[in-house]
């Protein structure tokens, strides 16, 4: 069994990132910029999304940009309900027009998805995480077997429909690593400060 730390260090609420994005380059450099983060909505100890990568400060401001459809080539789908966020219940099922806001389907929705990706933004927070490699393996890889075991729990413990897990859906079906079934994670919130919520690990975790 490898055993690995997913280590908390910054806890920001997404309205306030755009405006911090330079305090924050300035505070961690490029190494501390590499991990996993999670979004959760209206306080919820359950994350709404988990994503891994290289800058997550880039990452974020991507993801932001996304959802307010910023640029024509790369919008999210939004759903119409934010409040199901908190509980993952709008993705128990697959999606239709009359339930998520669907790029190139619903245009602009007379600005109503702009006005609901406000809405979304206000409530999230991102949560912030290093994840612990063993010396043997590289920390660049072994985050990505991380987000892959997290996900499947979620989906596992959930019910949600697959075709939300991974980039775009894209990698629906992909198989995990053997390494995967390896691993036993651990949070460690030590490192944050302020008011924050503790993520559900009997969903995650387990």
Same mark, same amino acid.
């Given at each position: 069994m490898i055993e690995t730390?997913? +280590?908390f260090f910054e806890v920001i609420k997404a309205k306030n990132f755009v405006t911090q994005y330079d305090e924050l380059y300035a505070k961690y450099p490029t190494e501390a910029r590499r991990g996993i983060y999670f979004f959760t909505y209206a306080s919820s100890s359950i994350p709404y999304y988990i994503g891994v990568g290289e800058d997550i400060f880039d990452r974020l401001k991507s993801h932001l940009e996304n959802y307010r459809w910023e640029h024509k080539g790369n919008r999210y789908w939004v759903t119409k309900f934010p $409040?199901? /966020? &908190? &509980? /993952? +219940?709008c993705f128990l099922d697959v @999606? *239709? =027009? $009359? *339930?998520?806001? #669907?790029p190139k389907r619903n245009g602009d929705d007379d600005g109503r998805?702009? +006005?609901? @990706? $406000? $809405? #979304? #933004? %206000?409530?999230?927070e991102f949560l912030l995480a290093h994840v612990d490699? =063993? %010396?043997? /393996? %590289?920390v660049e890889n072994f985050k990505y077997n991380v987000e892959d075991l997290l996900q499947t729990n979620l989906i596992k413990n959930m019910g949600i429909q697959t075709t939300w897990?991974?980039?775009?859906?894209? !990698? #629906?079906g992909k198989p995990l690593t @053997? /390494?995967?079934?390896?691993?036993?994670?651990?949070? !460690?919130?030590?490192n944050l400060v302020g008011n924050y919520q503790r993520l559900n690990e009997k969903l995650l975790l387990s």
């Open positions: 730390t997913v +280590s $409040e199901k /966020l &908190s &509980s /993952l +219940s @999606a *239709t =027009p $009359e *339930t998520f806001y #669907i998805q702009k +006005s609901v @990706a $406000e $809405e #979304i #933004i %206000n409530g999230t490699a =063993p %010396n043997d /393996l %590289n897990v991974g980039d775009g859906g894209r !990698d #629906i @053997a /390494l995967v079934d390896e691993i036993k994670v651990r949070f !460690d919130y030590g």
